[in-house]
């Protein structure tokens, strides 16, 4: 088998922060095993669907290309990978933990006799793949055995995708053998989300906050800590049950999985329901008058004390620093 062949969800508006991310996952494999990490995806005549790729380069990208793809269908999908997989041989084939992965890549893993390994948060030696169960509270190992590809998808923000320049990769086009009888189904309108006011899972520096606060009428002090920094204002479940927050800014396992340059946890006990949304940022930050809460196990650094003094504090001092 030949390389690492790295998928990228099919849109319209370029290359996702979540496929960087599965793209670093498939360099951490490669520094494993030695195998070269090829990129894969489905696009338009002309369009360049590998161009906004940061980091260092795949060794070569395969556009798959075709009038039946025009607009996702899981037949098609399928047919149009498994195609394109028995064509390249890849010992591993990484999809990002999406909805359209989730929709029709366990289908395709089961062409080749697999099983798809979902959600891998983490990869070590062996290679071995670590996922997490029943919301965080276990952890699982597995170990690919057999002689055909291993299909995994890769949990957001579990990785941190590569910056720098792009630079340049060989890209050849890929046309599969379909017909319009293979689709059985029919693409509807395309889902359009609520419009929201914050994409947490772009941002760069979040501040969240915690049931430490203790009442809305004390959010002020975070805000005015997170308009200092330039950060989005995240949340922990409680600050938005509670209705002080809109739910679209909660961080969390039932929330959104963030991997931000900084996550300041403001009054942030820690609990792993949390830990799973955000433990992937880059440098995690926390403030809290217990010193034995769980967010200091996963902080870069801790400030043990008083969030109604702290948080004062240090907004002046990052406003005086800027």
Same mark, same amino acid.
């Given at each position: 088998?030949?390389?690492?062949? /790295?998928?990228?969800?099919?849109?319209?508006?370029?290359?996702?922060?979540?496929?960087?991310?599965?793209?670093?996952?498939?360099?951490?494999?490669?520094?494993?095993?030695?195998?070269? %990490?090829?990129?894969?995806?489905?696009?338009?005549?002309?369009?360049?669907?590998? *161009?906004?790729?940061?980091? *260092?380069? !795949?060794?070569?990208?395969?556009?798959?290309?075709?009038?039946?793809?025009?607009?996702?269908?899981?037949?098609?999908?399928?047919?149009?990978?498994?195609?394109?997989?028995?064509?390249?041989? !890849?010992?591993?084939?990484?999809?990002?933990?999406?909805?359209?992965?989730?929709?029709? /890549?366990?289908?395709? *893993?089961?062409?080749?006799?697999?099983?798809?390994?979902?959600?891998?948060?983490?990869?070590?030696?062996?290679?071995?793949?670590?996922?997490?169960?029943?919301?965080?509270?276990?952890?699982?190992?597995?170990?690919?055995?057999?002689?055909?590809?291993?299909?995994?998808?890769?949990?957001?923000?579990?990785?941190?995708?590569?910056?720098?320049?792009?630079?340049?990769?060989? %890209?050849?086009?890929?046309?599969?053998?379909?017909? +319009?009888?293979?689709?059985?189904?029919? !693409?509807?309108?395309?889902?359009?989300?609520?419009?929201?006011? %914050?994409?947490?899972?772009?941002?760069?520096?979040?501040?969240?906050?915690?049931?430490?606060?203790?009442?809305?009428?004390?959010?002020?002090?975070?805000?005015?800590?997170?308009?200092?920094?330039?950060?989005?204002?995240?949340?922990?479940? +409680?600050?938005?049950?509670?209705?002080?927050? +809109?739910?679209?800014?909660?961080?969390?396992?039932?929330?959104?999985?963030?991997? +931000?340059?900084?996550?300041?946890?403001?009054?942030?006990?820690?609990?792993?329901?949390?830990?799973?949304?955000?433990?992937?940022?880059?440098?995690?930050?926390?403030?809290?008058?217990?010193?034995?809460?769980?967010?200091?196990?996963?902080?870069?650094?801790?400030? %043990?004390?008083?969030?109604?003094?702290?948080? !004062?504090?240090?907004?002046?001092?990052?406003?005086?620093?800027?």
């Amino acid at each position: 088998m030949s390389c690492i062949l /790295v998928v990228e969800e099919a849109r319209r508006d370029g290359s996702t922060r979540v496929f960087q991310e599965t793209l670093a996952a498939g360099r951490r494999l490669a520094e494993l095993t030695g195998l070269a %990490v090829e990129a894969a995806g489905v696009g338009e005549p002309g369009r360049n669907i590998f *161009a906004q790729i940061t980091g *260092a380069q !795949p060794a070569a990208g395969h556009a798959i290309r075709h009038e039946l793809l025009a607009a996702y269908t899981a037949d098609g999908y399928t047919l149009a990978f498994e195609q394109l997989i028995r064509r390249l041989e !890849p010992r591993y084939v990484l999809f990002p933990h999406s909805y359209q992965a989730r929709d029709f /890549v366990p289908g395709l *893993a089961a062409r080749f006799g697999q099983a798809l390994i979902g959600d891998v948060t983490a990869i070590g030696e062996g290679p071995t793949f670590a996922r997490q169960l029943y919301q965080g509270r276990m952890h699982a190992t597995y170990r690919h055995a057999g002689g055909g590809p291993c299909f995994l998808s890769i949990q957001n923000g579990a990785f941190r995708a590569d910056e720098g320049a792009g630079g340049t990769m060989p %890209v050849s086009e890929f046309t599969p053998a379909l017909e +319009p009888a293979q689709i059985r189904t029919r !693409p509807g309108t395309p889902f359009r989300e609520t419009a929201q006011t %914050v994409d947490l899972s772009s941002a760069q520096r979040i501040v969240g906050v915690g049931r430490g606060i203790k009442d809305a009428e004390k959010l002020p002090l975070v805000e005015d800590l997170a308009g200092a920094l330039g950060a989005e204002l995240g949340a922990s479940r +409680p600050i938005c049950d509670n209705g002080w927050l +809109p739910m679209e800014r909660q961080v969390g396992s039932s929330g959104q999985t963030v991997a +931000p340059k900084l996550y300041l946890a403001v009054g942030i006990s820690g609990a792993i329901q949390h830990l799973v949304g955000m433990k992937g940022s880059q440098c995690i930050v926390a403030i809290n008058k217990d010193p034995d809460a769980p967010i200091f196990e996963v902080a870069d650094y801790g400030i %043990v004390g008083d969030l109604f003094e702290v948080v !004062p504090a240090l907004t002046e001092a990052v406003k005086a620093a800027r």
